[in-house]
């Protein structure tokens, strides 16, 4: 079935590199997707990337996919306090019907 | 750009009472429309998807009768929780697919906090 798997907490230094990873499972995705979901408020989508492509970069955020292994990376350039939030992997299984990870929580520290 | 607005965006109500949540698409037709829920630190599960002009689709585990959906126009779905129970109490967030094509074409709502006391 279809399946999105991330890691629950993620900390790092203000002003380094977060990296949150993703597996997904549905081989037939069309696309990929970030969310960040800051304290009570809705989902935003962050970035996006087709199936065919590899990485994509987009100021301070690169997203590298891995179609062999189904994994999805998003990486966080000089992490800043705002940055604070869950961030959501997401595969489009079909129909526009987006299957979510669980979340990862990333927390600054100073 | 694409805006998908959900109204309320907070509602408190007495269990055994029913609240309608809307979700709007306020400038594109919006076919298809997507509800979900999401439990405190939890991630987001599809409820339903649903469909203009037709019943909606519910995922396993979702009571169709406690959960109404109604898409009666492109650009508005509604969801209504019947007999709200606190365990209903939860956010609930809507998404419109404009089609397939690109990448950016899901749109979210911001979603409707529920508290049934």
């Known amino acids: 079935g279809e399946d999105v798997e991330q890691s629950l907490f993620l900390s790092v230094r203000e002003g380094d590199s977060s990296v949150i990873n993703c597996t997904y499972t549905d081989s037939s995705s069309t696309y990929l997707y970030w969310y960040k979901q800051e304290p009570g408020a809705g989902l935003q989508l962050l970035t996006y990337i087709f199936s065919n492509m590899d990485m994509k970069q987009d100021q301070r955020l690169t997203v590298l996919l891995n179609k062999k292994d189904k994994h999805l990376s998003l990486r966080i350039a000089d992490t800043q306090t705002g940055d604070s939030a869950i961030y959501f992997c997401a595969e489009d299984s079909s129909a526009s019907k987006i299957i979510f990870g669980s979340g990862t929580r990333l927390s600054i520290r100073p | 750009g694409a805006v998908v607005s959900q109204h309320p965006s907070w509602v408190i109500c007495k269990s055994g009472t029913s609240v309608k949540i809307e979700c709007r698409s306020l400038?594109?037709?919006?076919?298809?429309m997507f509800w979900y829920r999401q439990f405190p630190k939890q991630s987001l599960m599809l409820m339903a998807t649903s469909n203009e002009g037709s019943k909606a689709t519910y995922e396993q585990g979702v009571e169709k009768d406690k959960f109404l959906i109604n898409h009666a126009s492109l650009t508005l779905s509604t969801l209504t929780v019947t007999s709200a129970h606190p365990e209903d109490s939860s956010f609930y967030i809507c998404?419109?697919?404009?089609?397939?094509?690109?990448?950016?074409?899901?749109?979210f709502g911001e979603g409707s906090w529920l508290t049934v006391v």
């Open positions: 998404s419109a697919s404009r089609g397939r094509g690109s990448g950016n074409t899901i749109y």
């Open positions: 400038d594109f037709q919006a076919t298809t």
